[in-house]
């Protein structure tokens, strides 16, 4: 059930491979460099699901940034595709937490922005007879004019989501999407998520917090430490497919144990972190006890 | 849910019916819908009745508070004319007196106001745009932006000497500023993660300004250009209080000198114009916000 050895990876090609890769970003008001990773080492299969989980401000929004090209490593190297990553590509497409859709723009002409933008050698017919594919795809139909205030949030990540599957990337990544969705809609998202990606056959590299959302998800479950974050820990997840949404997954057999091992992987992370920022407010005469400041990862105050 | 329903993907019954449906006519919807103008129409009915009353009463001196109809009349005759005045008497009124002044002021006032706007949004733009620009033209223009305009007053009349110009250089200082600042401040604040996933989708740094930051900074723009009608219809008033001795006339110059002719019902009917004008310039922008930033009205109220 766990291994941090890829024994899957012997039938998958290895698409997306990072190696001692340390990232960060700049926190210009304070002028301080924050590193959110350290040394992680991840490979990414073709055709792969693979879920990162880990607490808040553990770097993982920072490692999926870093695929997509947004942001540079500081060291180590990202490949995709046997090349290291320079820039953007229209092979990887990202969903964002709060949707990042525009406010101005109607539903259907923000799912064009990706042509739009890309300037793809598609010829119009076609690209209108795929925008029009993939907002059926995602159930928005009867919403292509309507602009996303308009919509409910639900609505609006699926926007965001038909927009990155408009292309047909190769690989999806998807930061927190349905965090900011209430209970049901994000157990109707879930589903919905799992079977268009069974149906495109992307790779995805998921992000959450949420431990039941991972195994309702994943092939893998990736759990990152808190900050600079590192790989603690690969979980394998060998639940047939399709699976139970979120809030079912629990009746699965093997949901309580994966359960319990994923809970104390990231529990411990999950308090580190908390003892890290407790720390940062009070550096003296802090009652967080020695031990759990010492905890793996958390070496820098 | 998820396992029962066939694990299709389409919209639910969101298609099934009509969403939007046209709502019967009753009495509580005519008076949710008209109360306003309703409202309003018997507030200012009693209002003017009431001063009319007021005035006739001889608590007051009439001089300095005319009866409405005095007031109504003025209006009649500074609009429409029919009075047979010839030319300036010594109490000021004249056919059409309020017509000549006011077209005087709405002259310079929009000429002072398509300069500052065309000038305003491309400093502001820039300024948003580039550290640099921004660096150089910071202490001028928050100096500037801060300084009551007033006080530059007596050295634009050195420099510029008695006349028109001396009006457009104080309405131009007076309105710039609020479109500037707006504009700067639109360009700053555009959100992060829309910049982000236009680049995701491909967008070099030239689309990332027209189809991110531009839009977003639209709203921006209108609510500077709001503000600066605003101010610049101070500044105009204020442009032609000071240059009252002048004669060069103008809607401000009417009040002041009226008023010092002990002209009442005259000063009160140039000040009527100017509130109407005012309130419809408002209004007018208003509506303006709404065509141009359709995805605004919601977050708006």
């Known amino acids: 059930m766990t291994s941090t050895s890829e024994s899957n990876g012997s039938t998958k090609r290895p698409l997306i491979v990072a190696e001692n890769l340390t990232a960060g970003y700049e926190l210009e008001r304070e002028r301080k460099l924050l590193t959110a990773l350290t040394n992680i080492n991840l490979t990414v299969h073709e055709g792969e699901f693979l879920v990162l989980v880990g607490p808040s401000g553990c770097g993982k929004t920072t490692f999926i940034n870093v695929v997509a090209g947004l942001i540079e490593p500081w060291e180590g190297t990202v490949t995709y595709d046997g090349k290291p990553i320079e820039g953007t590509s229209k092979d990887r497409s990202m969903v964002f937490q709060d949707y990042a859709i525009m406010p101005w723009r109607t539903v259907e002409h923000n799912i064009a922005l990706p042509f739009e933008l890309r300037n793809l050698d598609v010829p119009p017919e076609e690209k209108k ?95 990152i430490s808190h900050r600079p974050g590192t790989v603690r820990e690969i979980v394998e997840v060998d639940i047939e497919r399709p699976r139970l949404a979120e809030g079912e997954i629990t009746k699965h057999p093997q949901y309580g144990d994966l359960r319990n091992h994923l809970w104390s992987l990231v529990k411990d992370e999950a308090l580190g972190a908390y003892a890290d920022d407790r720390l940062e407010v009070e550096p003296a005469g802090s009652e967080i006890p020695q031990q759990q400041v010492d905890s793996p990862g958390g070496g820098r105050l | ?74 209006l009649k005759i500074g609009w429409f004319g029919g009075g047979n005045l010839e030319g300036f008497n010594n109490r000021m009124l004249a056919d059409f007196v309020i017509v000549h002044n006011f077209w005087e002021t709405l002259k310079i006032y929009s000429i002072s106001m398509l300069i500052a706007i065309g000038a305003g949004i491309p400093i502001g733009l820039l300024m948003g ?173």
């Open chain 2, 1 to 74: 849910m998820s396992q029962t329903t066939p694990r299709k993907v389409d919209g639910g019954s969101i298609t099934s019916q009509p969403r939007i449906q046209e709502a019967g006519w009753t009495w509580q919807r005519f008076w949710t819908r008209y109360r306003f103008a309703i409202i309003t129409v018997i507030n200012l009915t009693v209002f003017f009745i009431l001063w009319e009353v007021f005035a006739r009463s001889g608590r007051v001196n009439q001089l300095i508070f005319p009866t409405f109809t005095d007031v109504l009349n003025s």
């Open chain 1, 129 to 223: 007879a795929k925008i029009q594919q993939t907002i059926e795809v995602v159930g928005l139909q009867g919403f292509e004019t309507s602009f996303p205030h308009e919509l409910s949030g639900g609505m609006k990540q699926r926007v965001g989501i038909a927009r990155a599957l408009v292309t047909q990337p190769r690989v999806l990544l998807l930061d927190e999407p349905f965090g900011a969705l209430d209970a049901m809609t994000r157990e109707v998202m879930q589903a919905q998520l799992e079977h268009l990606v069974s149906e495109f056959k992307q790779t995805v590299v998921f992000i959450t917090h949420s431990i039941d959302e991972a195994i309702s998800l994943g092939d893998r479950i990736a759990v």
């Open chain 2, 129 to 301: 745009g580039s550290k640099w620009v921004d660096a150089l033209m910071s202490p001028y223009i928050w100096t500037l932006s801060s300084l009551p305009r007033i006080a530059i007053y007596p050295i634009l009349l050195l420099f510029l000497g008695i006349g028109d110009s001396v009006k457009y250089a104080i309405i131009i200082s007076t309105a710039i500023f609020p479109v500037i600042i707006n504009t700067w401040a639109g360009v700053k604040t555009t959100e992060q993660s829309l910049i982000n996933a236009a680049k995701v989708f491909g967008a070099s740094k030239g689309q990332v300004y027209r189809k991110v930051v531009l839009p977003y900074t639209l709203p921006f723009v209108v609510s500077g250009v709001q503000q600066s009608l605003s101010r610049g219809l101070v500044g105009v008033v204020l442009a032609e209080f000071l240059s009252g001795a002048t004669k060069l006339g103008g809607i401000g110059w009417l009040v002041f000198r009226s008023a010092a002719a002990f002209n009442a019902p005259l000063t009160y009917a140039a000040l009527l114009t100017l509130a109407v004008f005012a309130l419809f310039m408002v209004q007018g922008t208003r509506s303006m916000e709404a065509k141009i930033a359709p995805w605004r009205q919601v977050t708006k109220t």
